[in-house]
């Protein structure tokens, strides 16, 4: 069946610099979604993403989708302690959200 | 977060109890959601209800049963609970069964089985 990786799975980052994190699907993805969830939180959707090589920013976040539909990045610049938290990608498998593990962010003030 | 409502928010059970999960929403979303999340898992999805009066096996569906008791209310229950089944349990939602619609989540429930 499908399955969804990110990469890497812990990213910890020195308040004000950049960081990227990956998202890789072993199947063409029709499209994924973006989470954030906050330390004792629960998951909020960020984005989604659907057409090939697609580009989305919010903010100091920019989301692309890869050109094949297989893999999708997170980039975020100038990171501030507001960005910790953990960070899902998620793909869809036959109607229903297959969930990546997630890259957990630490900033370091 | 009004939208999804879970209850309780923490449990403490002994091996071989049970227990019901809640989950409502006030949302009029037809697609309702139960995952579990453990430490380095990501969500996995335990079982899933398309619209009312339609439930269906997610990816981790053994030790579970679940009722969609209107269109409002998604229930999961633990028959006889199971240490492996400590976890975080989260009740979500969307506007219908399609990898196109965002979720909503609840809050979880903090699951601890001694």
């Known amino acids: 069946g499908q399955q969804v990786m990110q990469i890497p799975q812990y990213q910890h980052v020195q308040e004000g610099e950049d960081f990227t994190t990956y998202c890789n699907s072993s199947?063409?993805?029709?499209?994924i979604q973006w989470y954030k969830q906050r330390p004792g939180g629960h998951p909020v959707f960020l984005i989604q993403l659907v057409k090939s090589g697609e580009v989305k920013k919010q903010k100091r976040l920019t989301f692309q989708f890869g050109e094949a539909k297989k893999n999708s990045s997170l980039h975020i610049t100038a990171t501030q302690t507001t960005d910790v938290g953990t960070y899902f990608c998620?793909?869809?498998?036959?109607?229903?959200?297959?969930f990546g593990a997630g890259t957990q962010v630490v900033v370091t003030p | 977060n009004a939208g999804v409502t879970q209850t309780p928010k923490f449990q403490v059970l002994k091996t071989g109890q049970s227990m019901t999960l809640q989950c409502a929403q006030d949302?009029?979303?037809?697609?309702m959601y139960w995952y579990r999340q453990d430490p380095g898992m990501g969500l996995r999805l335990i079982y899933y209800?398309?619209?009312?009066?339609?439930?269906d096996k997610g990816e981790v569906p053994n030790g579970y049963n679940v009722s969609r008791l209107n269109k409002r209310e998604f229930s999961l229950r633990l028959e006889s609970a199971a240490p492996s089944q400590t976890s975080v349990y989260f009740c979500a939602i969307s506007r219908g069964l399609a990898g196109n619609q965002p979720q909503h989540f609840g809050d979880g429930t903090r699951l601890s089985i001694l």
């Open positions: 998620a793909g869809d498998s036959w109607g229903k959200l297959q």
């Open positions: 949302m009029n979303h037809n697609s």
């Open positions: 199947t063409t993805l029709s499209n």
């Open positions: 209800s398309a619209s009312e009066g339609t439930t």
